[in-house]
């Protein structure tokens, strides 16, 4: 299995990033997650500026964040949010970590080794414990995140999807 590593995206990535968001859009999906809205973004250099930006400084109704491409062999095949801290929302749906995997690397076992880089991200931030949501009929998140300690603490309901709620101890 290839080496894989979260990085921070720089303008090195750009080409790659573009086509790693073209990707999700030719194959129907309307969000990346974990990508700090790349899918959304006029252009590569305006995400760029706000992911950076959104390490230190939280929009509003936002929180700090991290935003990482996950690369194996020079190509990115997801992105990672870390999210510092927890808001309302957060705390009811989205959790402290944000993941996706590019559309043609999928079912690879990329996202537990993902989600495992993410939460020693979230250990060197000081966190005790991160949560880690999904919807309730992504069985293949439901399991990457028990693979990495994910327990269940309850089921919400939002937009009128159920979301699971998993805590993992770090």
């Known amino acids: 299995m290839q080496e894989l590593t979260l990085v921070i995206p720089t303008t090195e990535h750009k080409e790659d990033a573009w086509a790693f968001r073209q990707e999700f859009i030719d194959n129907g999906e309307p969000k990346i997650y974990g990508s700090g809205g790349l899918i959304k973004a006029a252009d590569y250099e305006s995400w760029l500026t706000k992911v950076i930006n959104q390490q230190t400084t939280a929009e509003p109704g936002k929180v700090t964040s991290t935003t990482y491409f996950a690369v194996a062999d020079g190509r990115i095949v997801g992105t990672?949010?870390?999210?510092?801290?927890?808001?309302?929302?957060?705390?009811?749906?989205?959790?402290?970590?944000?993941?996706?995997?590019?559309?043609?690397?999928?079912?690879?076992?990329?996202?537990?080794?993902?989600?495992?880089?993410?939460?020693?991200?979230?250990?060197?931030?000081?966190?005790?414990?991160?949560?880690?949501?999904?919807?309730?009929?992504?069985?293949?998140?439901?399991?990457?995140?028990?693979?990495?300690?994910?327990?269940?603490?309850?089921?919400?309901?939002?937009?009128n999807k159920i979301i699971q709620r998993y805590w993992i101890k770090i």
């Not at 880089?117 to 880690?132: D, F, N, S, T």
Request: positive net charge; contains cysteine; charged residues 30%.
């Open 80 to 159: 990672v949010q870390v999210r510092h801290e927890l808001n309302e929302f957060l705390l009811r749906a989205g959790g402290n970590i944000g993941y996706s995997v590019r559309p043609s690397e999928r079912r690879k076992g990329y996202a537990a080794r993902m989600l495992a880089l993410a939460l020693q991200k979230c250990k060197e931030l000081g966190m005790k414990k991160a949560l880690v949501t999904c919807r309730k009929d992504n069985i293949a998140s439901a399991r990457t995140i028990q693979k990495c300690g994910g327990v269940l603490e309850n089921e919400v309901v939002v937009d």
